[in-house]
């Protein structure tokens, strides 16, 4: 069995967008049970020195579309980074995982051997496909979606590794 850039990035990718919502929904849901705006987790962090919820799940948004359209070699969607609310940070995800689905199979061809040029602040790495795919997108991916996981559950969300994993298929 050949494993593919589509089914390393874009099928994990859609399926952690998915479980991203779904912890979003529950820290929704666990706000109203105690009787408190759920928005109030949108500004709450781990540490003083590290992104808020909000920030987090923008970059984990940020880091599906961006490797997702560097390997297929297409153009990414543009999100302004504006979001205030719980609601408005779903709508965010919903954005990314629609935008990670709408992109065909067949754009990944050669994507592990694709130049791939990622601009930072201070300079630009540079790297092939399978390497950015592994050392870049997918352990962003993962840490972002981790922390905004962490910041629910110790608000006091009830969630749990399986929320984090979703269903197995």
């Known amino acids: 069995m050949k494993v593919s850039a589509y089914s390393l990035l874009v099928e994990q990718n859609a399926r952690m967008l998915q479980n991203l919502s779904t912890v979003l929904d529950k820290g929704i849901a666990s706000a109203?049970?105690?009787?408190?705006?759920?928005?109030?987790?949108?500004?709450?962090r781990l540490a003083p020195d590290m992104f808020p919820l909000s920030r987090q799940v923008q970059i984990a948004c940020d880091s599906a579309k961006n490797g997702v359209a560097r390997l297929a070699g297409v153009e990414p969607p543009k999100h302004e980074d504006n979001e205030q609310t719980m609601d408005e940070l779903k709508a965010r995800v919903a954005k990314a995982l629609d935008f990670v689905k709408s992109v065909p199979a067949a754009k990944f061809?050669?994507?592990e051997e694709r130049d791939i040029k990622i601009p930072l602040r201070d300079r630009t790495l540079e790297m092939k496909g399978l390497t950015y795919l592994q050392s870049w997108v997918l352990p962003n991916l993962y840490f972002h979606?981790?922390?905004?996981?962490a910041i629910l559950r110790n608000n006091g969300v009830d969630i749990g590794k399986q929320d984090f994993l979703g269903p197995v298929t």
Do not use: H, M, W
């Open 145 to 149: 979606i981790t922390t905004t996981y």
């Open 32 to 44: 109203q049970a105690r009787k408190f705006d759920p928005n109030v987790l949108v500004n709450s």
């Open 109 to 111: 061809d050669g994507a």
